[in-house]
């Protein structure tokens, strides 16, 4: 008896949030977004890569490719922004005076605009990819 | 080796994959430029053998600091690194190999 | 002359709007349900959730409301809090799945258009009992990043004068010192909900805070804390630590700024050379 109240409690009392944990973004901003997508998109592309070398120049099909395109090209964008934001060029300096309720400049300062143009350059890199994948290629299958 | 530097060359090793996954794709793909690249076995396969290395070099990092943050019990932590470090390297051997093969060099 | 102090009151017209104003704020306007997690690892298997009713006002903070909680419905609730002021960093907990300070979070901003208030103790941090959370390994993070300025032992045995700073020095480092240690960006921190090991944001920004004080003659002693397996590169950006802090802290800048300065460090790059002390003549003469 006293033992099962145990394995409860080591659930319970822990109160770790888990795997589930990492990808809890609805209440955060959207770089939780990001964090979770960065992190699926990476574990994607290692299950795509290991066949595609091990029985060598394996693909996915025409849509598999471009479904794998997209995400490589968000990871790429994606990824740019992390390199700048993680070796501390675009999170601001600190603050000498803070307002009342302070905002964090790492999030809402120019790291904004580097998340927008994230995102731009996704979208124009998916375009490319996609034209190229369903068009270009398509028509040499 | 220092986490920063097993860090710096992750952030590294993405740049090298940018540039040198978009000549893997252009030499297998591309029509016209394609083909010129191709043909030289010399930059075909120095490409593909930076590619493949810092290709693996930054999955297998990164497939490491998900699980050394999934179980970071410390006694884990070295033993997920040595596993991760003998199989990256194991997979390149076979990658070069198979490349080499493809090509009819071997 | 009479030397008994003259009492002394408000114009009636000021006392008046006073009165209206603090009538106006404490007036109960709304009925917010508060549903509360409860659980005692000594006694429960598992936690349950427990509702109360509350007639809540414009100016009641979510602590407010526990308290009269406390104080009127269930005598047994679980909590913990000291200064009710956002200064010392024990009331913070889950408010609508979201870290905040109890006492700096006012129940109908929490609310919203809802009437629901849903509180939960602080994740990935060990429950204690109710609201109230173990904070032990959190303060041992704290310490293992060695957070005072680390000086010669002889030079602090005798001193011969003060440590001159510039404003821009202290604008290096001041953002950080806010930190009221309240535990909710390690809790929201994505990182944490897996690795317990990891040092977290709070600990990290501190490393970051005595790292760039030009008093500090620590470099190379406290980058071999920070920069481990389970150290600041364990920070992949999130954001969410910063996104919760109560303070203004912005642990997630401190943690960012302190990677791309271990990275410079490989190359030779060092933020200050420390500050010498002045003698003690100087800083006699300065003083005068
Ligand atoms: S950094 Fe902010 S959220 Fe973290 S403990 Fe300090 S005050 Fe709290
Ligand atoms: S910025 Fe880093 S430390 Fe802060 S919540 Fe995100 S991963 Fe955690
Ligand atoms: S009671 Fe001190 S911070 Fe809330």
Known sequence: MEEAREEFVEYYAKNMGGVLGWFKARVYTIERWLYGAHRITGILIVLFMLPHFYSTGWHPGLWGDFILGIIVTFHIANGIRLILAELGFVVGKPLLV???????????????????LAL?????????????????????? | MRESTVMFLHYITAILIAVTGLIHLLANNEPTIGPLIKENPVVYMGNMAIFLAALLYHAFNGVRVILIELVPDPCWTKWISWAVVIIGIATYVVGLQVLLVALGLV | MSTEAKEYTL???????????????????????FRIYKYNPKKDYAPHWEEYELEVSKGMT????????????????????????????????????????ACQTRVIEAAGDGDVIELRPLENFPVTRDLATDFTSFFEKHKAVKPWIIRDEEELDNPTGPYKQ?????????????CIKCGACLSACPTAATDYEYLGPQALAQAYRYLVDSRDNGLDERIAVVDVAHGCWRCHFAGSCSDVCPRGVDPAQGIQLLKGLIIRRKFGFKPHKPTEALPAKIAKKKEQ
């Open chain 3, 11 to 33: 114009p009636p017209e000021v006392l008046e709007e006073t009165v209206k104003a603090s009538e106006e704020l404490w007036k109960p306007i709304k009925k917010v349900k």
């Open chain 3, 166 to 178: 510039t404003i821009e020095e202290y604008a290096k480092y001041y953002q950080f010192t806010d």
């Open chain 3, 62 to 101: 979510i602590l407010d409301a526990l308290l009269e909680i406390k104080g009127e419905k269930d005598h047994t609730l679980g909590m913990r809090y000291s200064c009710r002021m956002g200064l010392c960093g024990s009331c913070a907990m889950m408010i609508n799945g979201k870290q905040m300070l």
């Open chain 1, 120 to 141: 731009l350059l996704f979208i124009v890199l998916a375009v490319i990819w996609a034209y190229y994948a369903l068009i270009v290629q398509a028509a040499t299958w």
């Open chain 1, 98 to 116: 803070k307002k009342p309720s302070q905002r964090p400049l790492s999030l809402e300062g120019s790291q904004r605009y580097l998340v927008a």
